[in-house]
């Protein structure tokens, strides 16, 4: 290759488009040769017909160009990260947590390569390797898979080999770990502030484990970490000391390193851009994940050619690096498997996201004995839940309406549902308080509500009432320390509509709740 087209080779790019391919995106094909695309579900996700289409167009465009096949990406977690909306609904990793099955991981991973390829996509940003140790942190959370350094570790291993072995490349994330932040790095720069003994005994062993499992890529934090890089320290992925100090010669990573979203205001935007680009290239990232802005293609572009021109990113590093993107390319072409795309949601990928769901579903505490629920037909069940909405860009969860209700309605015919905003006003919970008074039971959802005021003072007026209440965690675990007087408490780390039916049924008795809470509870035994 020439060095236009090595430089090109380092940048994932995005563009708006879904049935078609846009002039813009094919002009930057021609001017940039890309080694890859992500396919964000803002941006290009449709029908699973439509998604598939785009991947052969994109691919069969590049071959035109003779370039070489692209790495086509997204984000697939399970759980509140979903790019293809129309994929299994996979109840997510602190599920998987809280079912302490590697078993059930590894099953989780094949379901999302197996569809992943299906629709032509050959890179997952998936499994997130953070250790979640923090409660209030904005931006990991129920991907975690949770606290314990060997759990996490056991399970993203799982995971990437199911995933991988459909032929498609998983991707540890976020090294050197994400998990123990307060800020979300979307919207600035957050600072780790532990000891290289502290990294080495929580943060790093699932990533570890993950490099024992062969994944193929890994993605930067953008976060800075002190005890490495001193004091005001860059993002991880414009650090030398951390991408090609510890993660290639300390751990002895050999695989690709991409980072995340460049856009991200922990790095710098606009014309600074560049100089970052150019900084998280010579500190050892083989690919940059651009975003859908044409000018930050051309800011990428550019300052990886000027770089390597006026020597500041060294030929020789450039071409190790591009070798590298080329062997995992080689990787994904040997192991091609494109089943159909009735693979997606088939009998088989749903029992998986049942069996997680289920055996994921933890009771917390039943103190008054309310569970199992047996009611006569003519008792009411009030179900309240609020409104799901994207809690940071990394969430899909807007797009999905609760079917706790209907689940519910399932077991017992006399249910009524009633949705409240994720943070509701007083005045807007009034009449939803006078109205639960009048049910013989009152079972509430919670999103978060640990963090988010709103919803835990609305609970603790619904234990004012005096009915019996059932309260359900719908993500994370952390919201009984905002109410600790509540007598029944159980979690399921997701809103899809796997989890709601298994947490209903556990509610009335027709399955066992055999879930083990993942993260600790401050207060709370």
Not at 250 to 260: A, I, P, R, Y
Not at 478 to 502: G, N, R, W
Request: hydrophobic residues 40%; contains cysteine.
């Amino acid at each position: 290759m020439d060095l236009e087209h090595l430089i090109g080779q380092k940048l994932l790019l995005a563009f708006h488009g879904r049935e078609t391919l846009s002039p813009e995106i094919v002009q930057s094909f021609m001017k940039y040769h890309p080694g890859g695309i992500t396919l964000f579900r803002s941006l290009n996700m449709g029908t699973l017909e439509q998604i598939r289409a785009l991947t052969d167009s994109l691919q069969r465009l590049a071959h035109e160009l003779n370039l070489p096949s692209l790495l086509i990406a997204t984000d697939q977690e399970g759980g509140q990260l979903m790019a293809v909306g129309d994929g299994t609904p996979l109840p997510g990793n602190m599920a998987l947590g809280a079912t302490r099955s590697t078993e059930l991981a590894y099953k989780a991973g094949e379901v999302l390569g197996r569809e992943l390829s299906a629709l032509g996509i050959n890179v997952d940003y998936a499994p997130c390797a953070d250790v979640n140790v923090n409660p209030r942190n904005p931006v990991v959370g129920v991907r975690s898979f949770g606290e314990d350094p060997k759990l996490v570790g056991e399970l993203t291993a799982a995971l990437i080999q199911g995933i991988q072995f459909q032929g498609v490349a998983a991707t540890a994330k976020h090294f050197p770990g994400h998990g123990d932040t307060a800020s979300d790095s979307h919207h600035g720069l957050g600072i780790v502030p532990h000891s290289r003994e502290r990294l080495q005994t929580v943060e790093l062993p699932p990533f570890l484990a993950a490099f024992g499992a062969d994944v193929k890529l890994v993605m930067t934090a953008h976060l800075g970490i002190s005890s490495i890089d001193g004091d005001n320290p860059p993002p991880a992925t414009l650090s030398k000391n951390i991408l090609d100090g510890l993660l290639r010669r300390e751990l002895g990573f050999k695989g690709v390193v991409t980072t995340d979203a460049m856009d991200m205001r922990a790095i710098r935007q606009g014309e600074l851009l560049r100089e970052d680009c150019l900084r998280a290239a010579k500190a050892g990232a083989d690919l940059l994940l651009m975003t859908g802005d044409a000018q930050d293609h051309d800011r990428a572009f550019e300052a990886l050619l000027h770089g390597a021109q006026s020597g500041q990113l060294a030929m020789d590093e450039l071409q190790v690096s591009v070798e590298r993107i080329s062997r995992l390319k080689e990787w994904i072409a040997s192991k091609k498997m494109s089943p159909d795309l009735g693979v997606i949601c088939s009998p088989e990928h749903m029992r998986v996201a049942d069996e997680i769901a289920e055996k994921s579903i933890t009771l917390v505490r039943d103190r008054n004995q309310y569970l199992p629920l047996e009611l006569e037909a003519n008792q009411r069940i009030a179900v309240i839940t609020p409104t799901a909405k994207d809690l940071t860009p990394a969430d899909t969860s807007s797009h999905v309406k609760s079917k706790l209700g209907d689940s519910l309605r399932a077991c017992h015919p006399n249910v009524d549902e009633f949705n409240i905003p994720f943070s509701p006003a007083r005045q807007e919970v009034i009449s939803v308080l006078e109205r639960a008074c009048g049910y013989d039971v009152i079972i509430v959802g919670t999103i978060n509500a640990y963090v988010e005021e709103n919803q835990a003072r609305f609970v603790r007026d619904l234990l004012q009432t005096g009915k019996p209440i059932i309260v359900i965690a719908m993500r994370l675990p952390y919201d009984l320390a905002a109410f600790p007087q509540v007598s029944t408490y159980l979690c399921t780390y997701s809103i899809l509509e796997p989890s709601m039916k298994a947490v209903a049924r556990a509610i009335f008795g027709f399955a066992q709740m055999t879930g083990q809470l993942p993260v600790s509870i401050l207060g709370i035994k």
